[in-house]
């Protein structure tokens, strides 16, 4: 270990490709895999993962937005890459330069872009979004809107120099349980599906239908048509154990300091937390800059390599403190796990109120990856 490094999060690449050769070996022969690497791919390293990813066979990748595609091309990846967010129209020269795929979300945007393409006479290539139930970004076919809906995709589509390849939809709980979750998911499905005969008996069709994210994966294999999109799968949650994927970050820290503190006095800031004897008091040098979730304070323990240590008073913005009191063994300079092999990311985010994708994508810039695999 390079004690240099106060904390670091060590990203198994080998994990990353195990988990994409097990998502890739449920869905059907011929359905591509596009792989959401948006948000440095939840932590993980946008480049690293997407280099594997390459290496490994995906078809496509998906970021949030412009800055996270140029990235990947700065960095030699050349599969697809579907922006999933806006772009506005001043850089719509960047989006074709960069090869890149553009989501139109509504006929307005789409009509924006065919303006900047026909100045420049180039094509853009586009994903149409729908909204079936997420109420977020899409064109709005619900209920009484779905005539309406079909006849704004049908104009954007047919906007000039704009490559309709795509459509797509997103499940908003298809991750979740019970009757309520599942009958609203294909409700979703079934409107998804709707849309896509009717613009083709006006001959509207494209190469490129997807919908299945993570939960529709594992929960509704059915949703795969010509491509899925699974993203937290890829770093191994959300699969409930069902797949065997593996978790493919591992946050470590190690003790820089221990003192003794006497009973009865506070610790950290607010005093939220009093000692209760004689207490051997290891500090960390991980805080909530580096994504330590504040929430956390008093609410969990750390791993070290006698067993779990309490973490005591608030947590603060570059430190907080664990009780080592019960662990002798344990001493300046020894490795402290906060989430990874021995403690599972997403039995951390849950004692936060949370989910595994904010802890990960929470780690913060500051904390070095070191990748192996």
């Known amino acids: 270990m390079d004690l240099r490094k106060r904390t670091w999060a060590e990203i198994s690449l080998d994990n990353i490709e195990h988990n994409y050769r097990r998502i890739r070996s449920l869905i059907p022969e011929g359905c591509r895999f596009l792989g959401v690497v948006k948000a440095d791919a939840?932590?993980?390293?946008?480049?690293?993962?997407?280099?594997?990813?390459?290496?490994?066979?995906?078809?496509?990748?998906?970021?949030?937005?412009?800055?996270?595609?140029?990235?990947?091309?700065?960095?030699?990846?050349?599969?697809?890459?579907?922006?999933l967010g806006h772009t506005p129209r001043e850089y719509v020269r960047e989006l074709i330069d960069l090869d890149l795929t553009q989501t139109v979300t509504c006929e307005a945007k789409a009509v924006e872009y065919s303006e900047e393409c026909v100045k420049l006479g180039k094509t853009?290539?586009?994903?149409?979004?729908?909204?079936?139930?997420m109420s977020r970004l899409g064109f709005l076919c619900a209920g009484g809107y779905f005539e309406q809906g079909i006849g704004n995709i049908i104009s954007a589509c047919r906007q000039k120099n704009l490559e309709y390849e795509g459509i797509y939809t997103h499940?908003?709980?298809?991750?979740?349980?019970?009757e309520e979750a599942e009958r609203f998911t294909r409700g979703?499905?079934?409107?998804?599906?709707?849309?896509?005969?009717?613009?083709?008996?006006?001959?509207?069709?494209?190469?490129?239908?997807?919908?299945?994210?993570?939960?529709?994966?594992?929960?509704?294999?059915?949703?795969?048509?010509d491509m899925v999109r699974p993203g937290i799968l890829l770093y191994g949650f959300g699969d409930g154990g069902r797949l065997g994927l593996r978790p493919c970050m591992r946050l470590m820290t190690h003790v820089s300091t221990i003192k003794y503190i006497d009973e009865g006095l506070p610790v950290s800031y607010g005093g939220t937390f009093v000692t209760s004897r004689r207490?051997?008091?290891?500090?960390?040098?991980?805080?909530?800059?580096?994504?330590?979730?504040?929430?956390?304070?008093?609410?969990?323990?750390?791993?070290?390599?006698?067993?779990?240590?309490p973490q005591r008073g608030r947590i603060?913005?570059?430190?907080?403190?664990?009780?080592?009191?019960?662990?002798?063994?344990?001493?300046?300079?020894?490795?402290?796990?906060?989430?990874?092999?021995?403690?599972?990311?997403?039995?951390?985010?849950?004692?936060?109120?949370?989910?595994?994708?904010?802890?990960?994508?929470?780690?913060?810039?500051?904390?070095?990856?070191?990748?192996a695999g």
């Open 171 to 178: 499940f908003a709980v298809s991750d979740e349980p019970g």
């Open 279 to 309: 207490t051997r008091m290891g500090v960390i040098p991980i805080g909530y800059a580096d994504g330590l979730l504040r929430s956390l304070s008093n609410n969990c323990s750390f791993i070290t390599e006698r067993g779990p240590a």
């Open 188 to 225: 979703q499905f079934e409107l998804f599906c709707r849309v896509i005969d009717a613009l083709g008996k006006k001959g509207i069709s494209f190469r490129l239908r997807h919908c299945a994210n993570s939960g529709a994966v594992v929960n509704y294999p059915e949703t795969a048509l």
């Open 124 to 133: 853009l290539r586009i994903h149409i979004k729908v909204d079936t139930g």
């Open 316 to 371: 603060c913005m570059d430190m907080c403190m664990i009780d080592l009191t019960d662990l002798t063994e344990v001493n300046l300079d020894s490795l402290i796990e906060i989430f990874g092999e021995r403690q599972s990311a997403e039995e951390l985010a849950a004692r936060a109120g949370t989910i595994s994708y904010e802890l990960l994508c929470s780690v913060s810039k500051r904390v070095p990856r070191v990748y």
């Open 42 to 83: 939840y932590g993980h390293g946008a480049v690293q993962v997407s280099r594997r990813l390459e290496a490994a066979g995906a078809d496509y990748l998906a970021v949030s937005c412009l800055d996270e595609a140029a990235e990947l091309r700065g960095a030699g990846i050349g599969l697809p890459i579907l922006i």
